[in-house]
């Protein structure tokens, strides 16, 4: 007796469930993580102690780093499909998409340990000799995510060799992997622009499902 087989859209709703959400997840841990105070600035190391030794600010943190690991694995989910489709471009893909996926997840855990240390140890102080640490971890976050959005940008480039999604959209990551090829300059904001593209192709999946 044979198993019976699927419906063809099927296949694609969830992997489109999960980049919209992944997307979504994506801007709310970015914007989360714009709090955060320059390392750059004058007084950084006042303002940081100020920053982490607030209890409000340390539960953001542990939501900052929450959204953007279920963004990450959710991404895993929606870019195995997207690599499915994309046919001789699939390496590309998957190796442009591997690489976000532990840019994003090393920028989370490191730009918002030092606060989850802090909110759970009785015996980690916030004084400006440990906030020298954070200066650190929000330094080595940023580097994570400069080298997220490039394996992103790799991954977009790719889509758009493969003329697998519609013209307009393949067109728009088209220019938000140009913009990520800023790397310092521009990944404060390419990860915004790139969650609003996985929304948008979540989105697309999801209503050529109910088409099918």
């Known amino acids: 007796m044979t198993a019976p087989t699927p419906k063809a859209g099927v296949g694609v709703l969830w992997p ?28 950084a190391v006042v303002d940081l102690v100020r920053y982490y030794r607030d209890d409000g600010n340390q539960t953001l943190s542990e939501v900052t780093v929450l959204f953007l690991l279920a963004a990450g694995l959710l991404f895993l989910w929606f870019l195995a499909d997207l690599a499915r489709r994309s046919n001789t471009r699939s390496t590309l893909v998957l190796v442009g998409g591997t ?9 989370g855990l490191a730009g918002n340990v030092f606060a989850i240390t802090a909110n759970h140890s009785d015996d980690f102080v916030v004084v400006p000799s440990t ?61 915004l622009l790139l969650g609003v593209w996985l929304i948008l192709a979540g989105v697309l999946l999801i209503m050529d499902t109910d088409r099918t």
């Open 131 to 191: 906030a020298l640490l954070s200066m650190v971890l929000i330094d080595v976050a940023y580097g994570a995510m400069i080298a997220a959005m490039l394996g992103a940008a790799v991954l977009l480039f790719a889509v758009w060799r493969a003329g697998v999604l519609p013209a307009w959209l393949t067109w728009t990551g088209f220019a938000i992997a140009v913009i990520s090829l800023g790397g310092p300059f521009t990944a404060w904001g390419t990860p």
């Open 99 to 107: 690489v976000f996926t532990i840019g994003i997840m090393l920028a």
């Open 16 to 43: 489109g469930i999960a980049g919209a959400l992944s997307g979504g997840l994506l801007i709310a841990g970015q914007l989360l993580f714009w709090r955060t105070p320059e390392t750059d600035s004058r007084g």
